[in-house]
């Protein structure tokens, strides 16, 4: 349980490192990260699992994004809930899959994945999980050939003595 032994962070300081871990994949195909933080959100939990959820929907966003476009990893504060937003200008996802992309294994149609991309159809069910256990909510909006935005909201950590 992560809230049971977690700790006190910040997420900026943890999507930036996602964003560090992603950069070289970007550049490599010409995606600009955008990444803006409008204000302080600290939760507690397992920073780890944090990172390589965030990681995970950055790095999905890449791989379903034509070369040269951008993704755009957002953090704001909204009624106690810190929200990070990970937004590309993909190929979407068909709304008949909306549903089921968070179950594990699940795939969209496999004709329509560009770029040799291959998985296991485990990543989103694991940052389904990851934010889950952290009390939080994972939602998604789709257009088909406009792009996509996955929503993380984390409860914020009000404890400051807890930050050490």
Do not use: C
């Amino acid at each position: 349980d992560p809230l049971k032994n977690g700790k006190s962070f910040d997420l900026a300081e943890v999507i930036s490192e996602a964003v560090d871990q992603s950069r070289l994949h970007a550049e490599k195909r010409q995606i600009v990260l955008a990444y803006e933080s409008f204000e302080e959100a600290r939760i507690n939990g397992d920073r780890n699992q944090v990172t390589m959820a965030v990681q995970n929907l950055i790095e999905n966003a890449i791989n379903y994004s034509p070369d040269k476009t951008r993704v755009a990893i957002t953090l704001k504060n909204n009624d106690g809930l810190a929200e990070i937003s990970v937004s590309d200008q993909g190929i979407g996802i068909p709304e008949k899959d909306l549903e089921r992309i968070f179950e594990r294994f699940y795939r969209a149609d496999p004709a329509r994945v560009r770029n040799g991309v291959e998985g296991t159809g485990l990543g989103l069910s694991i940052v389904k999980h990851i934010v889950s256990k952290h009390g939080g909510e994972i939602s998604v909006w789709s257009a088909e050939n406009v792009g996509s935005t996955f929503s993380i909201r984390l409860p914020i950590h009000a404890h400051k003595e807890d930050e050490k």
